[in-house]
């Protein structure tokens, strides 16, 4: 089955930037471009929440006003990869950062953590 990989978190002061990377390995010809992808975050001991999406014809959505006007949704079809670029961020932003299918069809990846704080 299709193995989702996170990268690209890490540790910044408020207003710092970051860009999340997710990859699929596990599956022959895998296609990110077939299915709708999201980026979703997980405080400990809240709920996982989505943040953004992206469709196979290139439609972006922020689905947390929190973040609309910092964060980006998009996608390299050369590459294949879902990124997600995280501008200005803030202390609330902190969370473990996964991707997976709108429809969470794929078996979550590690995540990669996004820590925000003087």
């Known amino acids: 089955q299709v193995q989702l990989v996170e990268s690209g978190g890490g540790s910044v002061q408020p207003g710092g930037s970051l860009r999340l990377s997710c990859s699929a390995s596990g599956f022959i010809g895998f296609n990110f471009g077939k299915y709708v992808m999201s980026w979703y975050r997980q405080a400990p001991g809240a709920e996982r929440r989505l943040v953004a999406t992206i469709t196979p014809t290139g439609t972006t959505t922020i689905n947390l006003d929190s973040v609309k006007g910092r964060f980006t949704i998009s996608k390299d079809n050369v590459t294949d990869a879902i990124y997600l670029q995280m501008n200005n961020l803030k202390p609330e932003d902190t969370a473990m950062y996964y991707c997976?299918?709108?429809?969470?069809?794929?078996?979550w990846g590690q995540g990669t953590q996004v820590t925000v704080s003087s």
């Open positions: 997976n299918h709108v429809n969470q069809i794929f078996d």
